[in-house]
């Protein structure tokens, strides 16, 4: 938890990270908000604890402007194309995000389904000043970059404006204002690896810091001031003495002065503004019974006094003229006013009709922060049977939003909407059946309609999952009846026939929403049982990846085939190899006809056969018969056209066995290693298997292996692990997959890799191999801040006139500097303007230990590929 913030509404507010909430407020209410980030609200002292917002990943710290709106920056998941987030947060709103979206990268809902910086501020009017005056503070860790801007109303919500950075250099984490006005922020200095170092730094914008608010907002509230001096404070210029002020009125119990001044039409907006919020906290602690005489506020021509009277009176008790006060409101033209009518009324309840809600349902629907205010409003006001009754007679936009009410309740009612003709009412029904907590009631009706003509994308996904979640013979014969029904290539198919492989056992984390779920066992005789009576269909599918996929089946179910067709299969060379793979492991399980099978595994061991087919062979030859399986083994490893996958698979299948020809031939691989005369993609797979030997022989060629060449030795990436090791044999395609995959290294996270989009905290990995040799890839893996290369490291330049910059030193000679900042744009610094540098260093941290050496092996082939061909210019085009 992070961000204590003061509200202007008296409350405290704070935010936590994507882990979720499981709380009991000292009141007995219970908030359960599992994989998502929030931000909490309680009083001062700790009672009435709720959740303002959710479903959002990691808001370092919340601010409010000067209407009282909460803003945040929400931390991105670094996944490609996505960005952190400016976000306008509502009571009671969903920002969609959840964990597990961390987790499943480009197969999550975030980025497939489009639901898609640290310290932030915002200049309370009286500290700053100057230019800066009004404006939010974002504190870009570990980029360095301290940025200012502005928002401006938009339709029903803000945007973005004058965004510029007003410093470099320091890693500010943490922001505060001080009583006298400045701002204070910590430094993490080195950022990663930690180096123990840390700093506050205060800063403010001589000569426009005005110091009249220190006097006031240094005294406790202990300390008795005049109400009439409080109540002309709340028209300060400084946010911070308005709201201590509003609270010490509260405290005073001068709720109708302050409606007063709210009342007021020729008072300071501001002043009337933080009197309805003072007047609130009154209303909000019961201490306000009666709040007729502020509904007058409901129709002011200020519409900001309306929207922050509809907030406070949504804390009132109900009554029939608040009620229709409040209901007024959704006739607005004001977009903001609507919306905090509809979450009003929502926290009243009461009984409003569902067509005051809508204007133009279309349109509606297309504003956010809107359709959120007014599903709270339908929410809240319209019983389950009506909202469903409304959705099954309409077609358009206001079926949408009475569906999204029926979200909003839970209410398993939806299990009734699935077959709705508009496709965007099954979308939202199946998510909110089948997604995170779900409905489990409904999760049978989910289950059923799959198959069902016309069923949308989402939720044909979902309603496939649910079948294998539900996970019985009706389930199982849905999905088997479905797959059968459809041409090849159909989509979702392979997706169906991929649950069928893990019907006996779902996976911990779900295929759709990545939640974690615990299965009670099924029984996979059975499943084999049920899935034997459509053998003979399931082989008739022809395309290649499917009938691969349904012989995987059959392997993994214990079914059989023919021998003939299995044999006839395995030994095809115009066979798609995954087909030849699922037939050779068929044909693994047979135990007569052992000669035929010899045969035919010498025959998909040689060469012309896919690298997969060769050593699946050889692997069930050591089972069958070890002399050929070793022949085959020695072939293969001496071969100069053997792959070295297929050599590296032939190491492997050594591992374990004790037998004196297999001690023989990993003998001569080490000495090979030894003598440097093997292939150098082999060297980490027969030094990683001799290592685990007991042979003092063995023991002694490592050593000696370990100690040639220059000075003594080879170099090490570790006490146990050579460099040379870790710069061939790597499988590209497994290292791209570690590139944007892998949680712990979580390289995405820093670096651009294949495209010019995503995070710019690292350099820009797309054109690597073109700039740096293999060597040079592991070495900046396994040792980031040893030697970095030239770009590749953090460093700061302090300039004689005191700046600091923070970036890389791209080039340099004895009279200048090229220097690329952390906001990408170089510069040329002059050696004679220096007065200091640091050495670079790295955030990054070292990857061996993180990654296996077969891993660092896998990513270095990877960045090592990259080496984009330059595109020929337009002139040189036309010339051909």
Request: hydrophobic content about 40%; aromatic content about 6%.
């Amino acid at each position: 938890m992070h961000g204590l913030r003061l509200g202007p509404d008296g409350r405290i507010y704070w935010s936590i990270g994507d882990k979720g909430l499981n709380v009991t407020s000292k009141e007995g209410k219970k908030f359960y908000y599992p994989h998502r980030g929030a931000v909490l609200r309680c009083e001062p002292d700790g009672a009435n604890f709720e959740v303002f917002a959710h479903g959002v990943r990691n808001i370092q710290e919340i601010a409010f402007d000067d209407f009282g709106n909460v803003i945040g920056v929400d931390n991105d998941s670094d996944q490609p194309k996505e960005r952190e987030r400016l976000v306008y947060l509502l009571e009671g709103s969903d920002s969609g995000w959840r964990c597990q979206n961390q987790y499943m990268k480009l197969q999550g809902r975030w980025m497939t389904e489009n639901m898609w910086p640290a310290g932030f501020l915002h200049e309370p009017g009286h500290a700053l000043d100057g230019d800066l005056r009004g404006h939010f503070f974002l504190d870009q860790f570990p980029k360095g970059k301290l940025d200012a801007f502005t928002l401006e109303p938009e339709q029903d919500s803000f945007r973005q404006t004058n965004l510029r950075t007003i410093s470099s250099g320091i890693m500010g984490i943490g922001m505060a204002w001080g009583v006298e006005g400045k701002a204070y922020f910590a430094d993490w200095m080195g950022g990663y690896p930690l180096d123990g170092k840390g700093a506050v730094w205060r800063f403010d914008v001589a000569p426009n810091v005005d110091t009249s608010s220190e006097a006031f907002l240094s005294k406790p509230f202990s300390v008795s001031i005049p109400q009439a001096e409080l109540l002309g404070l709340l028209g300060h210029r400084d946010q911070r003495v308005r709201v201590n002020a509003s609270i010490r009125l509260d405290r005073l119990g001068a709720w109708a002065e302050m409606l007063a001044v709210a009342k007021n039409p020729q008072a300071a907006r501001f002043a009337r503004i933080h009197a309805i919020w003072g007047y609130g906290m009154g209303v909000r602690h019961g201490k306000v019974a009666d709040v007729s005489a502020s509904l007058s506020l409901l129709d002011d021509a200020d519409h900001e006094v309306r929207v922050q009277a509809l907030k406070v009176l949504s804390e009132a008790k109900i009554n029939d003229l608040l009620l229709a006060a409040s209901l007024r409101q959704l006739g607005q033209i004001d977009l903001r006013v609507r919306t905090q009518a509809g979450i009003t009324l929502g926290k009243m309840g009461g009984k409003v009709p569902f067509k005051d809600f809508i204007h133009d349902a279309e349109a509606d629907l297309r504003l956010p922060w809107l359709r959120h205010g007014l599903v709270t409003g339908l929410a809240g006001t319209q019983s389950a049977d009506d909202l469903l009754a409304i959705a099954q007679s309409k077609s358009d936009a206001e079926a949408v939003f009475a569906t999204l009410a029926l979200i909003r309740q839970k209410s398993p009612l939806l299990g009734k909407l699935l077959n709705h003709v508009n496709p965007d009412v099954v979308n939202e029904a199946a998510r909110a059946i089948h997604d995170d907590e779900g409905i489990p009631s409904s999760g049978t009706a989910l289950a059923e309609i799959f198959g069902a003509p016309g069923l949308p994308f989402q939720a044909a996904r979902r309603a496939l999952n649910a079948n294998l979640r539900q996970g019985d013979s009706a389930a199982l014969r849905r999905l088997l009846e479905w797959i059968l029904a459809q041409p090849a290539g159909t989509p979702l198919r392979r997706e169906a026939l991929n649950a069928l492989l893990v019907f006996d056992q779902p996976p911990v984390l779900d295929l759709v929403d990545g939640t974690a779920k615990k299965y009670l066992p099924r029984d996979k005789i059975e499943i084999g049982r049920l899935l034997r009576t459509y053998q003979d269909q399931l082989l008739s599918i022809q395309q290649s990846e499917e009938r691969a996929a349904v012989l995987e089946l059959m392997v993994k179910y214990e079914l059989d085939l023919p021998f003939p067709v299995l044999l006839a299969l395995a030994e095809d060379l115009k066979t798609a190899s995954g087909v030849r793979l699922q037939s050779l492991r068929l044909l693994g399980r047979k135990k007569d006809q052992s000669d035929t099978i010899i045969h035919a595994l010498c025959n998909a061991a040689g060469e012309g056969n896919p690298s997969e087919v060769r050593i699946e062979a050889v692997s069930q030859l050591f089972a069958r018969d070890a002399a050929s399986a070793m022949s085959m083994a020695r072939l293969i490893l001496n071969s100069k056209s053997a792959k070295i996958p297929e050599k590296q698979a032939m190491v492997t299948v050594l591992r374990g066995r004790n037998d004196s020809e297999s001690l023989k031939l990993l003998q001569e691989l080490v000495a090979r290693l030894v003598a440097r005369k093997l292939d150098s993609g082999l060297k980490l797979d027969v030094y990683a298997l001799a290592r685990q030997s007991a042979s003092s022989e063995m023991i002694q060629m490592l050593d000696k292996y370990l100690h040639a060449g220059p000075k003594g030795g080879l170099r090490m990436a570790s006490p146990e692990i050579p460099y040379e090791l870790l710069t061939d044999g790597g499988d590209a395609n497994r290292g791209k997959a570690l590139i944007n995959g892998h949680l712990a290294a979580n390289c995405i996270a820093c670096h651009r890799v294949e495209s010019d989009e995503g995070s710019e905290v690292g350099p820009s990995l797309r054109q690597v191999g073109l700039q740096r040799t293999k060597d040079e890839i592991a070495e900046s893996l396994v040792e980031p801040s040893a030697k970095i290369v030239q770009g590749f490291g953090i460093g700061t330049i302090t300039l004689k006139d005191g700046t600091t910059l923070t970036g890389s030193v791209m080039t340099e000679n004895t009279k200048s500097v090229d220097f690329k900042s952390t906001d990408g744009k170089t510069q040329k610094i002059s050696v004679s303007l220096i007065a200091s540098r640091t050495p670079p260093v790295s955030v990054m941290p070292p990857m061996l230990g993180i990654l296996t050496p077969e891993e660092i092996r896998d990513v270095v082939a990877y960045l090592s590929a990259l080496k984009p061909k330059t595109t020929k210019n337009k002139s040189e085009k036309m010339k051909k």
